[in-house]
Every structure is written in structure tokens, then in C-alpha cells.
């Protein structure tokens, strides 16, 4: 009776453990920007009560049909908007969209969801971001990693190159010419310039940086730009910082603790 008793609380608690991961933890982060449809952008990727994430034509005006495939390769006319930068609030807090990837959570777990950073290195320690995801990134699913799409990195710039016709002054494309100082973002075509100098001013050209994650309810400053709203927001709260138990984490806890508080009783009178 206690070995089963044992079996059911321990698959209780791994299974609170289990989801707890998708929703909180550490991670590191990057930045990437390729112009292309972003992967949420899809009709059948989340809960969402609105749209998938807003995708634009070459022009950057709205696609309304999400079932336009994306100009990456795929010869579809679909790219991402430019909105879909990071912007910085002040000096400690930031917005933006990434590309995500949580091992053992899924797309249908975070395209739309948003999460708050707290940045732990780099240069940054302490700076807060909420962002949203918008895309995925299978870079490399045994880790955490959140990309913050913001333009100006070299790789997977086909897009770019199809969408603006030029090589952004040899950024776009060239492995062999990675753009190092603020300065080097005039030469990117003029509507990515505004996220690539955000990665000089408020990122300070971090390398990798490490941060934790903690899924909160979207603000409608990020849900304003891909009109994507799931179905699952009213389950958390606006700031994780402010109030840490306030997510599904305070209530696991304490059905962790209460199964730990059965398991000893259990042992302590073997039944
Ligand atoms: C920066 O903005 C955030 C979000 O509005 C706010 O919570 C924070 O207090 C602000 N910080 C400073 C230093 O103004
Ligand atoms: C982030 O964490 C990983 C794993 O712990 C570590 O290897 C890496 O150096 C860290 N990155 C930074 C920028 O400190
Ligand atoms: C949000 O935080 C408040 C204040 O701590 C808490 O009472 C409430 O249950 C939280 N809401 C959700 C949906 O978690």
C-alpha cells in the first residue's frame, strides 16, 4: 500500500514538476532576424482566441490571409512585419518578440504566450524584458532559448536580400562581415534600422546573455502588433516580478508541498 501510495505521489509531483518547466525557468537568449513569416504566424500553431501572429506583405502592409506561405524559401509572398521589433520602454525594460524554444513544451504551448526576462549576464543584469513569441527556434532543442528578433545579425538572410533587393551594406548575407558598432546600422536598409540600434543602446550588443523566464499575461502593447490573444492569458498575471506566486508555479507548489506532507505521513504510519 505505501509502495503505491509512493508511486501516485511521486507521479503527482513529477507531473506538476513537468509543467511547471514550460512556464518558468532559466534560459539563454540571442538575437536573430531573417524577414521571413514567423513560424506562429500559422493558423494551427495555438489557443488563440484572434489570429495567429500578424504577417506582412513585401511592402510591410498587413497580410490578412495566414495561409500565404512564407517568402523564405517556400516561394510564398509572406513576411514578417517590422513592427516586430524590440523597443525600449527606459533604461531596464524593454518589449519585443522572439523566437522560442522550451524543451518539453511544444508551439501550441508558447506561440502568443509571453514571458518576462530578467537578464542575469552580459551586461545586462537585471534589465527586464516582456516579450511575446512569435516564432520558433530550432537551433537547438536540448536548451532553453529565447532569440529576440532584432535585425542586424548575419545569418538566414535570404528573406532580407528578396525583400529589399540589396545586401544592407554587406550585413545581410556576409558571414565575413559581422556588424560590431552602432554605426554599422545606417547601413541596413532604413525600416530595420530602429531594432538594430536598440541592440547597441538598451541590449549593449550582448553576447548569448543568460535570463530567467516567467510566462505572464500579454500586455496590449505587444498584442496591439500581432493581434494574437490566446485563449489561456486570464490564467496569469501582468508581472511575474512583482508578485512571484502569483502563476500556475504558486499553485504547484503548494500541491507540491501537500504531496510531500501525504507522502511522510504515509511512511511515518505505513499504510
Ligand atoms: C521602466 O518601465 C517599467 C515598465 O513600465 C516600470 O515598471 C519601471 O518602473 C520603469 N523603470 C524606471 C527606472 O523608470
Ligand atoms: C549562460 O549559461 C551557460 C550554461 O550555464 C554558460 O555556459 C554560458 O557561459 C552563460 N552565458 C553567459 C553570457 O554568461
Ligand atoms: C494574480 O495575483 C493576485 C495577487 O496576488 C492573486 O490573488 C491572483 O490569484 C493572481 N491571478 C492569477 C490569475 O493567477
Given at each position: 500500500?505505501?509502495?503505491?501510495?509512493?508511486?501516485?505521489i511521486?507521479?503527482?509531483?513529477?507531473?506538476?514538476?513537468?509543467?511547471?518547466?514550460?512556464?518558468?525557468g532559466?534560459?539563454?537568449?540571442?538575437?536573430?532576424?531573417?524577414?521571413?513569416?514567423?513560424?506562429?504566424s500559422?493558423t494551427?500553431k495555438?489557443?488563440?482566441?484572434?489570429?495567429?501572429?500578424?504577417?506582412?506583405?513585401?511592402?510591410?502592409?498587413?497580410?490578412s490571409?495566414?495561409t500565404?506561405?512564407?517568402a523564405c524559401?517556400?516561394?510564398?509572398?509572406?513576411?514578417?512585419c517590422?513592427?516586430?521589433?524590440?523597443?525600449?520602454?527606459?533604461?531596464?525594460?524593454?518589449y519585443?518578440?522572439?523566437s522560442?524554444?522550451?524543451?518539453g513544451?511544444?508551439?501550441?504551448?508558447?506561440?502568443?504566450?509571453?514571458y518576462?526576462?530578467?537578464f542575469?549576464?552580459g551586461?545586462?543584469q537585471?534589465?527586464?524584458m516582456?516579450?511575446?513569441?512569435?516564432n520558433?527556434?530550432?537551433d537547438?532543442?536540448?536548451?532553453?532559448?529565447?532569440?529576440?528578433?532584432?535585425?542586424?545579425?548575419?545569418?538566414?538572410?535570404?528573406?532580407?536580400m528578396n525583400?529589399?533587393?540589396?545586401?544592407?551594406?554587406?550585413?545581410?548575407?556576409?558571414?565575413?562581415?559581422?556588424l560590431?558598432?552602432?554605426?554599422?546600422?545606417e547601413?541596413?536598409?532604413?525600416?530595420l534600422?530602429?531594432g538594430?540600434?536598440?541592440?547597441?543602446?538598451?541590449?549593449?550588443?550582448?553576447?548569448?546573455?543568460?535570463?530567467?523566464?516567467?510566462?505572464?499575461?500579454?500586455?496590449?502593447?505587444?498584442t496591439?502588433?500581432?493581434?494574437?490573444?490566446?485563449?489561456d492569458?486570464?490564467?496569469?498575471?501582468?508581472s511575474?516580478?512583482?508578485?512571484?506566486?502569483?502563476?500556475?508555479?504558486?499553485?504547484?507548489?503548494?500541491?507540491?508541498?501537500?504531496?510531500?506532507?501525504?507522502?511522510?505521513?504515509a511512511?511515518?504510519?505505513?499504510i
Open positions: 500500500m505505501a509502495v503505491l501510495q509512493a508511486v501516485l511521486l507521479a503527482t509531483v513529477s507531473r506538476i514538476l513537468a509543467a511547471d518547466t514550460k512556464f518558468t532559466t534560459g539563454s537568449t540571442g538575437l536573430y532576424w531573417d524577414c521571413c513569416k514567423p513560424s506562429c500559422w494551427e495555438g489557443p488563440w482566441l484572434t489570429h495567429p501572429v500578424q504577417t506582412c506583405k513585401k511592402d510591410d502592409s498587413p497580410l490571409d495566414f500565404v506561405g512564407s524559401g517556400q516561394g510564398g509572398t509572406a513576411f514578417v517590422n513592427n516586430q521589433q524590440p523597443w525600449a520602454v527606459n533604461d531596464t525594460f524593454s519585443g518578440f522572439t522560442t524554444f522550451i524543451p513544451a511544444s508551439e501550441f504551448d508558447w506561440c502568443c504566450s509571453c518576462e526576462l530578467i542575469l549576464n551586461g545586462l537585471g534589465k527586464r516582456i516579450v511575446q513569441a512569435s520558433t527556434g530550432y537547438d532543442p536540448t536548451r532553453t532559448i529565447f532569440g529576440v528578433g532584432a535585425p542586424g545579425e548575419k545569418d538566414f538572410a535570404n528573406g532580407c525583400r529589399y533587393g540589396s545586401d544592407g551594406g554587406g550585413f545581410l548575407g556576409n558571414e565575413g562581415r559581422p560590431t558598432k552602432r554605426t554599422d546600422c547601413s541596413l536598409p532604413k525600416p534600422q530602429q538594430c540600434f536598440w541592440r547597441f543602446d538598451w541590449f549593449l550588443d550582448a553576447y548569448k546573455p543568460n535570463m530567467t523566464f516567467q510566462r505572464v499575461k500579454c500586455p496590449k502593447a505587444l496591439d502588433v500581432t493581434g494574437c490573444i490566446r485563449n492569458e486570464d490564467k496569469f498575471n501582468a511575474a516580478s512583482t508578485n512571484a506566486a502569483s502563476t500556475p508555479y504558486g499553485e504547484s507548489f503548494s500541491l507540491l508541498v501537500t504531496s510531500l506532507a501525504l507522502a511522510a505521513f511512511l511515518a504510519f505505513n
